[in-house]
């Protein structure tokens, strides 16, 4: 049965000069209405490629796109340019990691959201100055009616990453992707971001796709997580159990490089060592080998010369990792854990 949102076999690849990026390469993964993905992974492993995939951001690009998208039963892929263009904004909505790039100097924000209401709905100005008004006191922004004239930059960061919520939410689409949206904010400020985030999808039903480089985040607000690694899903399942049983190697080194508040405060964090592959030429075999601390426990040569299959993990069929080693659990608890 399909999800609300069902991504399958998706590749997002780029001709260029030196050859084929393979940004995304091969990448499923399903979302009911009213629940929470997280995907994570380090820099440039092709977290943002894919899902602006789902927005059709990749039309008019060099960019080959195939696999499908298929959205409350939608093919995202088969639909027309104008089709993408009437669902984006209004269907599946985006909020940006930085909201002062995203928003335009010298329009007032209020004006920027009300653009976004008036593209998908036939409104008076006067009706939709007083939506634009409702969002931001709904997304807690003080004096909304005044600050509805305000310019962007006149908004804290904080206030900016509202107003972009306010903006993505007006037209109440049921798909939400925020790619990294609290990244730039204080810690105190991106709870209350995720908070109201949270808040909002019981209100509205939404489906949330959040891409993080923070397993905090993962761990706070998503049912189910996705670990890429050069452009494939290397473990994906419920997050209580990625977290707490993960078994593949590049998810433990995420893990350990977590800053744990309750250690002792002599306890190192443990960097992976190595850097992310270029996806023009990653390594064959497991992407991750170079990088890998474990892959002396595989027999033979099968890390440097077979990709592993995404299969279901050794706890059970939600569990799904891309690993050769047969007892990953155990390793993990009497190894790493520790
Ligand atoms: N138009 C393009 N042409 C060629 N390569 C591209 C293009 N767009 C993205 N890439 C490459 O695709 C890969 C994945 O990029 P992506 O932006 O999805 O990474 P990311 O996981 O979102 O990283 P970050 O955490 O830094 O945002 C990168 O290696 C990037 O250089
Ligand atoms: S397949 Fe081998 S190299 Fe890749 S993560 Fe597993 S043990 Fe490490
Ligand atoms: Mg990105």
């Known amino acids: 049965m399909d999800k ?12 260029t000069v030196d050859g084929v990026v393979k940004a995304t390469d091969g990448l499923s993964f399903g979302l009911e ?46 639909i027309t340019d104008e089709e993408i263009r009437a669902m984006r904004g209004k269907e599946v909505a985006m909020i940006f990691q930085d909201p002062l790039s995203a928003m335009h100097p010298y329009y007032s924000v209020g004006n920027q959201i009300a653009e976004a209401y008036r593209v998908h709905n036939d409104a008076t100005k006067k009706a939709t100055r007083k939506r634009v008004i409702e969002m931001l006191e ?19 960061g904080g206030m900016r990453q509202r107003a972009m919520i306010a903006m993505a939410l007006i037209n109440d689409p049921s798909l939400v992707i925020a790619d990294e949206p609290t990244t730039a904010l204080d810690v105190t400020v991106q709870a209350q971001i995720l908070d109201l985030l949270q808040k909002l ?42 977290l707490t049983h993960p078994e593949m190697p590049y998810t433990w080194g995420l893990l350990s490089s977590v800053p744990n508040l309750l250690a ?37 040569d099968l890390c440097e010369t077979v990709l592993p299959e995404l299969l279901p993990g050794v706890r059970g069929e939600g569990h799904l990792k891309r690993c050769h080693l047969t007892n990953p659990d155990s390793i993990y608890q009497e190894e790493v854990a520790r």
């Not at 399958?8 to 780029?14: N, P």
């Not at 891409?211 to 209580?240: N, S």
């Not at 592959?277 to 990653?282: A, K, R």
Request: charged share 20%; proline share 9%.
């Open 264 to 300: 002792d405060v002599n306890e190192k964090l443990i960097p992976i060592p190595g850097a992310p592959p270029s996806l023009l030429n990653p390594p064959p075999g497991c992407a991750f080998h170079p990088r890998c601390l474990h892959r002396d426990k595989v027999p033979g």
């Open 138 to 156: 709904l997304v807690g922004i003080p004096q909304p009616d005044r600050r509805v004239d305000d310019y962007p930059h006149q908004f804290s």
């Open 201 to 242: 999808q019981r209100e509205f039903n939404t489906a949330i796709i959040i891409i993080t480089h923070d397993l905090g985040v993962v761990a706070e607000m998503a049912d189910d997580v996705l670990v890429m690694y050069a452009g494939r899903a290397v473990e994906y399942g419920p997050t209580k159990e990625i």
């Open 33 to 78: 209405r009213g629940q929470t993905l997280g995907i994570v992974g380090e820099s440039g492993s092709g977290k943002s490629v894919s899902s602006s995939a789902i927005l059709g951001l990749h039309r008019g690009t060099n960019a080959q796109v195939s696999g499908e998208i298929r959205l409350d039963g939608t093919d995202l892929l088969k």
């Open 4 to 15: 609300f949102l069902t991504v399958d076999d998706l590749k997002v690849h780029f001709p």
